[in-house]
């Protein structure tokens, strides 16, 4: 199972995944992928965990990677 | 319970306008789902808040959650030495001998070893989310962007002459 960290100003929200091969898990794969890929269009970075710790990440969605977070987009000022 | 109709027209509003949903918002059909701040609108939001309808509790609950994903987004190594000394230092690898000092809910200290020319003429940088996030939470974030892209620190960063609490965090 994995899972994306959607910071927000809730603290964060949880998206999950699984990888067994059944319809849902398809569809929870499809829906992680296509919330990452919004995020990073509207300017947002991405990291994930590698081995025990985030970093920031422009690869495409794996959905064998245990944890991606989404992060805000910054500005000056 | 059903919504007031002062209620729906509030609710019918901020959509109309791109403004987040407010807390428990009934009307919002995607209130108990992921909420997505980048599909909205934030710069009416009064500085460090979190929006119309969040109560004392919501902020305890989201600081509470920030504060969880802060650690496992540093790691215990890292976020032990922040909680021990306050701050996390992350030496520039664009700029050698220049070092960012990160702490909670501020601007960015920039320290320069001896001899060394800042890039910025103020000793800090002014750097907030585009949407209003629990400041821990912001700090892990701005902790990976300084380590990781200090490309886009470099682009965005505001100098300032004095220290101060970030307006876009809460």
């Known amino acids: 199972m994995g899972r994306i960290l959607v910071a927000n100003r809730r603290g964060h929200q949880v998206v999950e995944w699984v990888t067994t091969d059944t319809e849902e898990a398809r569809h929870s794969i499809e829906e992680a992928e296509r919330i990452l890929r919004e995020a990073r269009e509207s300017g947002c970075m991405v990291s994930k965990k590698v081995d025990g710790r985030h970093v920031i990440d422009r690869a495409p969605f794996d959905p064998n990677v245990e944890e991606y977070q989404i992060l805000a987009p910054i500005a000056g000022g | ?170």
Not at chain 2, 50 to 66: I, K, L, P, V
Request: proline share 9%; aromatic share 12%.
């Open chain 2, 1 to 170: 319970m059903l919504p007031s109709p002062a209620a729906r027209i509030a609710s019918w509003w901020r959509r109309l306008l791109g403004m987040p949903p407010a807390a428990g918002d009934s009307l919002n059909p995607d209130d108990a789902a992921i909420e997505r701040p980048w599909r909205h609108r934030w710069d009416h939001l009064p500085k460090r808040t979190a929006g119309a309808g969040f109560s004392r509790a919501d902020y305890a609950e989201a600081r509470r959650r920030a504060r969880e994903v802060a650690r496992v987004t540093l790691g215990d190594a890292l976020w032990t030495e922040l909680q021990d000394q306050g701050y996390l230092d992350v030496p520039s690898r664009l700029r050698p001998g220049l070092t960012y000092r990160l702490r909670v809910g501020r601007r960015i200290e920039v320290r320069r070893a001896p001899g060394v020319r800042s890039p910025w003429r103020y000793p800090y940088l002014c750097i907030n989310p585009t949407y209003p996030l629990p400041e821990e939470e912001f700090f892990a974030q701005l902790y990976l962007y300084t380590r990781d892209r200090e490309d886009v620190i470099l682009k965005v960063a505001a100098e300032q002459p004095w220290d101060q609490l970030l307006g876009r965090t809460f």
